[in-house]
């Protein structure tokens, strides 16, 4: 059975930094990519970036909102998948949802963590 | 930026069918997947690749998608169908999410 499981959510300050983890169990992760995708309180789903296998080349991308602030990064020997946040700004704050994605489609999401930005 | 248009709210009563749309510029030329979120709980996709249903994904559910509109299809709903569900494609890179229809069995 595919398991995600996000951690490092919290309480950042505005202009901060903060660093979620995703760690994936139950498939074979170097072929794995993964989607994070985030939910303001109250609201839809919006789409943050993702980071493809290194087999397939290893490449990120980013939504516009967070390019530039955001980095994705991967530890294959840790199973894990790693969202570097900063230059956090009040509209960061959101439940923070890693999942696996199959080029297309997101299947298989972890439970998400919470950030929250404020001063 | 490419956008997705759902409606805010869709009501169907218990055993019938509810239709949630999902507009989008030709989207009939791009892949559509559909998510189910409710409360408190992580999104699960329901219908992928326009029409196909994952595993463990009841029958009942079942989607379309051509020219600039893309359906997710509920038959017989049940009342835990009841939830939020969101279309998403993806455009230039970006995985792009509709705003959401929040789905009530009544």
């Known amino acids: 059975e595919v398991h995600l499981v996000e951690s490092g959510g919290g309480l950042a300050k505005p202009g901060g930094s903060l660093r979620l983890s995703c760690t994936v169990s139950g498939l074979t992760f170097t072929k794995t990519w993964v989607s994070w995708v985030r939910q303001a309180p109250g609201k839809g789903l919006e789409w943050v970036g993702r980071?493809?296998?290194?087999?397939?080349?290893?490449?990120?991308d980013y939504a516009a909102p967070v390019k530039g602030r955001f980095i994705i990064s991967r530890d294959d020997s840790q199973n894990t998948v790693y969202l570097h946040m900063s230059s956090l700004e009040t509209e960061d704050t959101a439940v923070y949802f890693c999942a696996c994605d199959y080029g297309d489609f997101l299947d298989d999401w972890g439970q998400g963590t919470l950030v929250t930005v404020s001063s | 930026s490419y956008e997705l248009t759902q409606p805010l709210s869709v009501s169907v009563a218990l055993g019938q069918t509810a239709k949630i749309t999902c507009g989008g510029d030709k989207i009939g030329a791009r892949s559509v997947h559909w998510y189910q979120q409710k409360p408190g709980q992580a999104p699960v996709v329901v219908i992928y690749?326009?029409?196909y249903r994952p595993s463990g994904i009841p029958e009942r559910f079942s989607g379309s998608n051509s020219g600039n509109t893309a359906t997710l299809t509920i038959n017989s709903a049940q009342a835990e169908d009841e939830a939020d569900y969101y279309c998403?494609?993806?455009?230039?890179?970006?995985?792009?999410f509709g705003g959401g229809s929040k789905l009530t069995v009544l």
């Open positions: 690749r326009d029409n």
């Open positions: 980071i493809i296998s290194k087999n397939d080349g290893g490449t990120t």
């Open positions: 998403q494609v993806w455009a230039s890179s970006t995985a792009v």
